[in-house]
């Protein structure tokens, strides 16, 4: 699964092999799915093979829960070199 967050701007994944579910929604091989700042999620991957998928972003994540509060600013520092 990926760490629950939101986005500072738009999300927009391809799903290349396997499945993901986000929000009781199944995303299949060929899906795409959309998020923006409104949108706190966790995608996590189906149980019925590895999923890959290609995520563009215009802005970085802002993970949410107290573990990706701690992590988040690492993370920011790390991309901004």
């Known amino acids: 699964s990926v760490p629950r ?3 500072g701007g738009e999300e927009y994944t391809v799903v290349l092999a396997g499945a993901f579910n986000d ?3 199944v995303y299949d091989k ?3 799915s959309e998020a923006d ?3 706190r999620h966790q995608p996590v ?3 019925d093979d590895v999923c890959y998928c290609l ?6 994540l802002k993970l949410l ?3 990706g509060r701690l992590i988040d600013p690492l993370l ?6």
Request: aromatic fraction near 4%; hydrophobic fraction near 35%.
């Open 55 to 60: 995520a563009v972003t215009n802005a970085p």
């Open 30 to 32: 060929g899906d795409f």
């Open 5 to 7: 967050h939101t986005h």
């Open 76 to 81: 920011r520092l790390r991309a901004q070199h």
């Open 37 to 39: 700042p409104t949108v």
């Open 23 to 25: 929000s009781d929604v």
């Open 45 to 47: 991957a189906t149980d």
């Open 65 to 67: 829960g107290p573990i």
